[in-house]
């Protein structure tokens, strides 16, 4: 399975951005981290479930925990998909 893809992101204030994707194995399970480079900035975010609005995605600040590296993978291809959605 890769390690990592990229994927167009469209960010909340409408700008496009290159991100990889990388699985970190925890003891506990799998963090998917959504590295972002644009425009000088350098950082990233991690893929979680958005508590906002269940069913959905979002990125935040906390590492959350994906029981197995299909779950974290299949919420990768999940959050193409939303972000491809009008």
Request: net charge negative.
């Amino acid at each position: 399975m890769p390690q990592e893809s990229r994927s167009q992101l469209r960010c909340r204030d409408g700008h496009f951005e290159m991100a990889e994707f990388e699985i970190k194995n925890q003891p506990d399970g799998f963090w998917m981290w959504v590295a972002c480079e644009f425009d000088g900035h350098r950082g990233g975010h991690w893929l979680a479930p958005d508590p906002a609005q269940p069913g959905r995605l979002a990125v935040t600040s906390e590492p959350y925990g994906w029981p197995s590296t299909l779950d974290a993978y299949a919420a990768r291809d999940r959050w193409t998909e939303q972000d491809d959605a009008p």
